[in-house]
């Protein structure tokens, strides 16, 4: 086997048709070249929050072998020096030859189902956007850190809850992905009015708006937020990636 180079996404979905990451998160162009060794993989990654970072993924001998080609290639020079995301299962052989800074482990998840209907959807709004200053307020206290921000691209759809005085007390929101595929963030609740299933709806609802209009939606969850991935799973999501965000630094 050798290290073989990838320049076009319709190649790299051709390694693996199905595969639901491939098909609804990587952009039609791809950023720069990945590469492949046997049945390992790395690609360029783009997100909206995190910029230009990569992805690796495949069994692990051969992402072990892969990692050591594009050493002594002089191709791991080409990679971005942010954020190289590897598969759960690759990590150690990864880690023991690439220096690796902070990060935080996650699971890619997907759903082509509508979500049954939840209890409360029908008091759910869409939040306009000359009130979408209430969501950043409502973020920045009860979610700070959350990929959801208002504003921050075309063509967002935010759902909420209001209580009784008209204060917001819940949102989310739709947005695509950088495969402009729709993606699922910024839920959020205000502390008192959790344990309702206010959250739940909000997901369910904005799931299947989603999927009613481009057939499928995707998230990404925090690996240790159990709960969340639960209710996910319950509302029909599935893991599709369970990953390791790590900075790259260099080869050791």
Same mark, same amino acid.
């Given at each position: ?32 070249p990945g590469y492949v060794y046997g049945a390992a993989v790395i690609i360029p990654r783009m997100t909206q929050t995190r910029g230009d970072g990569s992805a690796l993924f495949g ?26 995301t590897i598969e759960e299962p690759c990590y150690a052989e990864v880690a023991e030859r690439l220096e690796l800074g902070p990060g935080g482990d996650w699971h890619w998840m997907w ?34 850190? *959350?990929?959801? &921000? ?9 759902? +909420?809850? #209001?209580? /009784?005085?008209?204060? =917001? @007390? ?55 937020? *159990?709960?969340? &991935? ?9 893991? +599709?990636? #369970?990953? /390791?965000?790590?900075? =790259? @630094?260099?080869?050791?």
């Amino acid at each position: 086997m050798t290290l073989t180079r990838l320049d076009s996404a319709a190649a790299l979905r051709s390694l693996d048709p199905e595969d639901p990451f491939l098909r609804w998160e990587i952009p039609a162009t791809l950023a720069r070249p990945g590469y492949v060794y046997g049945a390992a993989v790395i690609i360029p990654r783009m997100t909206q929050t995190r910029g230009d970072g990569s992805a690796l993924f495949g069994t692990t001998e051969d992402a072990a072998v892969l990692v050591e080609e594009l050493i002594k290639t002089g191709r791991l020079d080409e990679l971005p020096r942010n954020i190289l995301t590897i598969e759960e299962p690759c990590y150690a052989e990864v880690a023991e030859r690439l220096e690796l800074g902070p990060g935080g482990d996650w699971h890619w998840m997907w759903t082509a189902d509508e979500p049954p209907e939840q209890a409360g959807e029908d008091k759910i709004i869409e939040v306009a956007r000359p009130d979408w200053p209430e969501l950043t307020i409502l973020i920045d206290e009860h979610n700070p850190g *959350s990929d959801g &921000i208002p504003g921050r691209l075309p063509g967002q759809v935010w759902l +909420g809850l #209001r209580d /009784r005085t008209g204060s =917001l @007390i819940a949102c989310g929101v739709v947005e695509d992905n950088v495969a402009g595929y729709p993606l699922l963030s910024g839920i959020t609740v205000d502390p008192a009015y959790r344990g309702r299933g206010l959250g739940r709806a909000i997901t369910a609802a904005l799931t299947r708006f989603a999927v009613r209009r481009q057939g499928v939606c995707t998230l990404g969850a925090y690996a240790a937020n *159990s709960v969340a &991935i639960k209710l996910y799973e319950s509302l029909g999501f599935r893991i +599709g990636r #369970r990953w /390791r965000s790590r900075r =790259l @630094i260099g080869a050791r």
